[in-house]
């Protein structure tokens, strides 16, 4: 059985910083991306950023410049380093990883945490 342990900081200040960490732990054969998606109320999931195993990485076009996506894959684990917070980034944040574990590749999803960026 595969899990993804989200933990990091919840509570931001514009323009001010928190660090989001999923680490994947089980049967884990291999990890192609992880990544984080938000969620605010009344919203649909809306991509955050994603990061392959190879180091590539894809940016949701209102955190680009601001978030940055880092990947150990020796502890699979990936980091999420939100700078310049603004009130609009409050939302439910989830984990993602596409990998395989036995035989099968498929999403796992973490529990997800809501982050408040107070104005």
């Known amino acids: 059985q595969v899990q993804l342990v989200e933990s990091g900081g919840g509570l931001g200040q514009a323009g001010g910083s928190l660090r989001r960490t999923c680490a994947a732990s089980g049967r884990i054969g291999s990890i192609e991306n992880m990544g984080w998606y938000r969620q605010a109320p009344g919203k649909q999931r809306d991509l955050v950023a994603t990061?392959?195993?190879?180091?590539?990485?894809n940016y949701g076009a209102s955190v680009k410049g601001r978030f940055t996506i880092a990947i150990d894959n020796a502890k699979k684990t990936v980091y999420l380093q939100m700078n310049s917070l603004k009130p609009e980034d409050t939302a439910v944040y989830s984990c993602?990883?596409?990998?395989?574990?036995?035989?099968?590749?498929?999403?796992?999803w973490g529990q997800g945490t809501q982050v408040t960026v107070s104005s």
């Open positions: 990061i392959t195993r190879g180091g590539t990485t």
């Open positions: 993602h990883a596409d990998l395989v574990s036995g035989w099968s590749r498929g999403n796992h």
